[in-house]
């Protein structure tokens, strides 16, 4: 109840009378009831809709939960696998609703992980990150287990994932903490090793990135994830995201929603980034790989060295 009191009243500022859905799977229920109790207890008219746990991160809703979606004023969705970048979130997102995804969320997250940090830090750390994002050109990247990666910025205007959702069409993760944007589509060059990629990824994975598409896979995990990228579509190789950690209460769990959030990380996702500005490239997954004491330089400034912030 913890978690669930700080997203419903600090994150997402819920009112009496609003209309709020709550968007779940079978896998997900004690948290969505958590939220639900809160929820009405503010006094808003508060709906849950279950859904059948989807196979894919990015996989659409079905049709009546897409519909609900776009009539609720709020929305949290607390699922196994993420809506965040589906048509049906983008599409609610326009109409209005302020949005949490929440995929992977656990009862651990809300009572002693990302959602009980301090989102005024949160916001501070993650604004001014971005705010370097937004004057910078290049950027370089690179990690101990071999990531040596270059990416052209210039012009894409990054999110500030602070995790405060209170006026019509804001929308973003809980526990939130990022600060990320979608690369020039064919300007990253270099080699990417993913450290964790949730359940998927768990012992480094070397791509081979060119002209903004990964190209050749070698580890332990490499197989898992060509089969996962193989089955979604061609845009599925594209590197679709660049995301810095800024929540200080976030812990390296394997779940994603957490992992990408922690302070000292960097993420690097593939697929699609439409849910960017300037992103254009679509796809049916988007799947984030966590970068563990990555140094970054924007336009040659270092501004995080093995996994510390300089800034």
Not at 68 to 80: D, F, G, R, W
Not at 198 to 206: A, E, H, T, Y
Not at 257 to 280: C, I, M, Q, R
Request: net charge neutral; hydrophobic share 40%.
């Amino acid at each position: 109840m913890r978690g669930a009191w700080t997203a419903v009243k600090t994150c997402m500022n819920i009112k009496l009378g609003e209309d709020v859905l709550i968007v779940t799977d079978s896998h997900k229920l004690r948290i969505a009831e958590a939220l639900a109790y809160a929820s009405t207890m503010t006094g808003a008219r508060t709906t849950i809709t279950v859904m059948k746990p989807a196979e894919t991160h990015g996989e659409e809703p079905p049709k009546p939960v897409r519909e609900a979606m776009k009539a609720a004023e709020a929305v949290l969705i607390p699922t196994s696998k993420s809506l965040s970048h589906t048509d049906a979130r983008r599409e609610a997102t326009k109409a209005g609703a302020r949005i949490a995804s929440m995929p992977g969320i656990t009862e651990e997250m809300m009572s002693i992980g990302g959602l009980t940090a301090d989102y005024a830090e949160i916001t501070r750390l993650t604004k001014k990150i971005a705010a370097l994002l937004e004057e910078t050109r290049v950027v370089e990247l690179t990690t101990p287990s071999g990531t040596n990666l270059t990416m052209v910025i210039e012009g894409r205007k990054p999110i500030s994932d602070i995790g405060l959702y209170h006026n019509p069409g804001d929308w973003g993760n809980l526990p939130a903490g990022e600060a990320c944007l979608a690369p020039v589509e064919g300007t990253t060059r270099g080699v990417l090793v993913i450290d964790h990629m949730g359940k998927i990824v768990q012992s480094p994975l070397k791509i081979t990135v060119e002209n903004g598409w990964a190209k050749k896979f070698s580890g332990p995990d490499a197989f898992k994830l060509k089969s996962i990228l193989e089955k979604a579509d061609e845009n599925a190789y594209n590197i679709a995201e660049l995301g810095i950690g800024t929540n200080s209460k976030a812990r390296l769990t394997g779940e994603v929603l957490e992992d990408e959030k922690v302070l000292g990380t960097v993420h690097v996702a593939l697929g699609d980034n439409t849910s960017f500005p300037g992103g254009h490239t679509k796809s049916k997954i988007h799947l984030d790989g966590i970068l563990l004491k990555p140094t970054l330089k924007f336009d040659g400034k270092t501004v995080m060295e093995n996994g510390e912030l300089k800034v």
